[in-house]
C-alpha cells in the first residue's frame, strides 16, 4: 500500500459540479499512508461545498472496498482554498517497457513450492524457445539466486539516456532479478513496507530486461503490500497460483483466488497447478504415495472452473536440482516434461485471454 495507490482509489471520486476527479483536480493533498493509517486533506475553493461531506464519505469508503484488508484509521481533513493547477511530473522511464507477457505465480501460503515451480517454468519456456525474465519478488526470502545458481553475482550498473540501468543476472537462457543480490544472505531483512516497495519498484523499472516474451514473478505467500505494489506497477496479462493437496494449503489457494477475481484487481487467472500431488520413491517409479491427500487442488479447480494446469509429484530429485542451482526442467527427464506440458499449457491459457 502507497501513496500512488490512495491516488489512483481516489481518482476514481468525481466532484459532482465539475465532473472531473478530485485527483486531477489537485483537491487532494499530502497523503501519508503506514501501516495503520491513511489520512490526507481533501482542498475545497468553495466556503462549505454542499458537496463536501459526501465526497469525504465516498473517499473513506472507496479506500475501504479497494483495501478490504485494511484495519487501520483513515483521517480525511477538510481544508478551504485555492487549488492549485501543477502539471503532472513526467513518467520516469521504465526498463521493462519491451515486456510482451507478464505472469505472476502465486501461492497465498508458503512452502508448497511456489519458487521452484517458478524457476523450473521459466527454464521450460525458455526451451521452448521463448525469451524469458524472472523477478523475484519474495523481499523477505528470495530464493530464486540459489536456484538458478547465481548467488554470488553482483549486479552491475549501465547509464541508458542518462538513467541508471541494472544488469540482470542470466542462466539458463533465463534473466533473473532479486533483492538476494543486493543483501547479505545471513543478515535478516527488517524493512518496513514502504522500504520494501521502494525496492521493489526500482528492480521491476531499472533492471535492463531488454525484449522478453515473459517476465515470471515470483510473488511472496500471502495477499500483501507487495502483491498490491506489484499490481499498481505493472500490467499483469495472467496468474497461476500454486497449492498442494492438503486441506489447510487449499484453504489459502482459495484466498489467492479471491484476490485475483476482485473487481479492483481483476487479473486473469490461467490455472492452477498441484505441487507435491504424491510422493513416487526413485527405486518405486509406478508407486504413488498421497502424502498430502489426494486431488485436492483438482476438485478445487473444477469448482472454481478452473484449469488444472498440472499435477507435480515429490521427488527428490526436483528438490536436490533446485539447491544446486540447476532445475530439473533443464533435464528431458520424466520430471522436466512434466514442467514443459505445464508451460505449454499456460501459453495455451495465456492465448484465450487475448482473444
Known amino acids: 500500500m502507497n501513496r500512488e495507490q490512495i491516488e489512483n482509489i481516489l481518482s476514481k471520486i ?8 478530485i485527483v486531477s483536480e489537485n483537491m487532494v493533498d499530502n497523503i501519508i499512508v503506514g501501516d495503520d493509517k491513511i489520512q490526507f486533506t481533501l482542498i475545497f475553493e468553495k466556503a462549505r461545498d454542499p458537496w463536501m461531506v459526501s465526497i469525504k464519505r465516498n473517499c473513506e469508503q472507496a479506500i475501504r472496498n479497494s483495501i478490504p484488508d485494511f484495519k487501520g484509521a483513515i483521517s480525511i481533513f477538510i481544508k478551504e482554498g485555492t487549488t ?43 526451451k521452448l524457445g521463448y525469451s524469458v525474465g524472472v523477478l523475484d519478488s ?31 543476472a542470466e542462466n539458463y537462457g533465463v534473466k533473473m532479478m532479486s533483492i538476494g543480490f543486493f543483501i547479505n544472505p545471513n543478515d535478516a531483512l527488517i524493512w518496513r513496507g514502504p522500504m520494501a516497495n521502494n525496492a521493489l519498484k526500482q528492480m521491476i523499472h531499472q533492471t535492463g530486461w531488454g525484449e522478453l516474451d515473459f517476465l515470471l514473478i515470483d510473488l511472496p505467500p500471502g495477499t500483501g503490500d507487495v502483491h498490491l505494489s506489484v499490481i ?36 486473469p487467472l490461467l490455472g492452477v497447478i498441484e505441487n507435491m500431488a504424491w510422493f513416487t520413491p526413485a527405486e518405486l517409479p509406478d508407486n504413488k504415495y498421497y502424502i498430502f ?23 527428490l530429485s526436483v528438490r536436490e536440482s533446485a539447491d544446486n542451482g540447476s532445475p530439473i526442467a533443464l533435464q528431458d527427464s520424466a520430471s ?20
Not at 107 to 126: I, Q, Y
Not at 293 to 315: D, F, S
Open 138 to 168: 519474495d523481499i523477505y526470502g528470495p530464493s530464486q539466486p540459489t536456484m538458478f545458481g547465481v548467488e554470488n553475482y553482483e549486479p552491475g550498473v549501465e547509464i541508458v539516456d542518462g538513467i541508471e540501468m541494472i544488469i540482470p
Open 14 to 21: 468525481v466532484h459532482p459540479d465539475t465532473g472531473k476527479d
Open 336 to 355: 522436466g516434461i512434466i514442467y514443459k506440458n505445464i508451460a505449454e499449457k499456460m501459453v495455451s491459457e495465456l492465448a484465450k485471454t487475448s482473444k
Open 84 to 126: 492549485k493547477k501543477t502539471p503532472k511530473p513526467e513518467k520516469p522511464k521504465s526498463f521493462a517497457e519491451g515486456i510482451k507477457n507478464i505472469i505472476a505465480i502465486s501461492s497465498a501460503k508458503g512452502g508448497v513450492g511456489k519458487s521452484t515451480v517458478t524457476a523450473n517454468l521459466a527454464v521450460a519456456l525458455s
Open 232 to 267: 499498481s506497477e505493472l500490467k499483469i496479462d495472467g496468474a497461476v497460483i500454486v497449492g498442494t493437496p492438503q486441506k489447510i494449503a487449499l484453504a489459502d489457494v482459495v484466498r489467492g483466488i479471491e484476490m485475483f477475481k476482485n473487481k479492483n484487481i481483476n487479473i
Open 293 to 315: 491427500g489426494k486431488g485436492g487442488v483438482k476438485e478445487l479447480a473444477e469448482k472454481e472452473n478452473l484449469p488444472l494446469l498440472g499435477e507435480i509429484p515429490l521427488i
